[in-house]
């Protein structure tokens, strides 16, 4: 059931986003009424939290069921006593579903208000606190220890330190202060922690804030799969060319038993700073990370590579994973995107130039794997059309597992290519109303259904490299 509105875009954004899903090859497969519903429900779910919390055991330093208890101590914990379910899911051996709870719709709204941004409002829908850095606009008289509502700024209209504003804001729960009106707006940079504690979020979820965090890693459920399809052995010599903040990384070299090497690469120093920490974390030390632009990744004169290094020469990895940057119109829930159409369309040339260096770095016989947390038909269908056509030594591979659905129709390529595409879509079902009591009610298999369909918006493909592709 829908209990925050629609995804906010701007119409040209809409416009753009719903021609891809409604273009010839679907309506004419499913008609205009059925492609219109389902537009709709995308629109409508990219609003609301997936159904599942999921997180990732690092196998390298436990076993998944010793993590596992665990993890249910620490939720029996948190929840004083509520037994949550923990379904280890069957296709991916070191991934651990928890369902969220919710929309519940019986909570009191407080007098005193917190307002906090968008990119805070949605970490909250997903089990977490609210920090200090993301706190907007508290009500006059607040004071720590005060009940207190908090509010979702969607559209980012709420001047930072107001002390009211009527402007839109979504209701996300109830929680208690930590600090004073006055201490969170005291300018101080050092404050960074908890200002309001989640007591009644309108979804109840785990909060993973520093939970086992040598064992687990708090990863939505496609970002997951994409490790498992590349397939890394020990041993191997791995690229992450596009690889902040380092959950995919890490879980490459966690495959790969942490033997052999594993490349991760980044333009932004502090994101590459947060990817060393978290092999650190997990106990992992086959991971190399290296501040650098992934475009200019490939050694262009045939000088020998002496130190490993980037620039890299050509045919030096035997797999390549590119999680492209993207437009990120799968996120979820994200109830408002400012973007203008020509920056959701300005990722497409970037991919095709890191894609064109992945084909380069990657020995024949190698495996590329591509991946984007986006929904258009450009960034995904389009760039594997496009990347079969370029590349003729590339070909599009099965993947296993194969959790999400096939790609989508709009992009001209055949039935059986499609098969081999996965697309987790959100428009694939309606967001249901979850409780205790239905949860205890149904089975593990329907469960599990639940959390392959209901997740963010993400697209994989995967390819290998039978010959030097020029």
Known sequence: MSVFPKISLRLEVENYLKAGFMNKEILSALGKQEAE???????????????????????????VQHVKNLLFDELQKQFNGLSFPI?????????????????????????CEVIVGAQCGNAVLR?????????????????????????????GKCKKGAKEFDGTKIFLGNGISELSRKEIFSGLPELKGVGVRMTEPVYLSPSFDNVLPNYLFLQNLPSAVVSHVLDPQPGEKVLDLCAAPGGKTTHIAALMCDQGEVIALDK?????????????????????????????????????????EPPFLPESFDRILLDAPCSGMGQRPNMACTWTLKEVMSYQPLQRKLFTVAVELLKPGGVLVYSTCTVTLAENEEQVAWALETFPGLQLQHQDPQVGGEGMLGAGLSPEQ?????????????????????????????????????????????????????
């Open 87 to 111: 379904l280890q899911h069957p296709d991916l051996h070191d991934v651990l579903l928890i369902p969220l709870i919710g929309p519940r719709k019986n909570i009191k709204q407080q007098p």
């Open 268 to 308: 932004i120093s502090k994101k590459v700073e947060k990817i060393k920490q978290n092999a650190l974390l997990l106990g992992l030390n086959s991971i190399r990370a290296f501040c650098f632009d992934g475009t200019k990744a490939l050694k262009l004169d045939m000088v020998k590579d002496t130190d490993g």
């Open 127 to 155: 089990g977490a606190h609210v920090y200090v850095p993301g706190i907007v606009s508290a009500s006059k008289f607040m004071k720590g220890g005060d009940h207190v509502s908090v509010y979702s700024d969607i559209k």
């Open 418 to 470: 499609l098969k081999r595409l996965q697309r987790f879509d959100p428009s694939a079902m309606r967001s249901l109303d979850r409780d205790i009591g239905s949860l205890r009610d149904a089975s593990i298999e329907d469960l599990v259904w639940l959390a392959n369909k209901d997740c963010i918006g993400f697209f994989i493909a995967k390819f290998v490299k039978c010959k030097s592709a020029q």
């Open 37 to 63: 519903r389902r537009f709709e429900t995308l629109l409508h779910n990219l609003s609301h939290p997936p159904s599942f919390t999921t997180v990732r055991v690092n196998t390298h330093l436990a076993s």
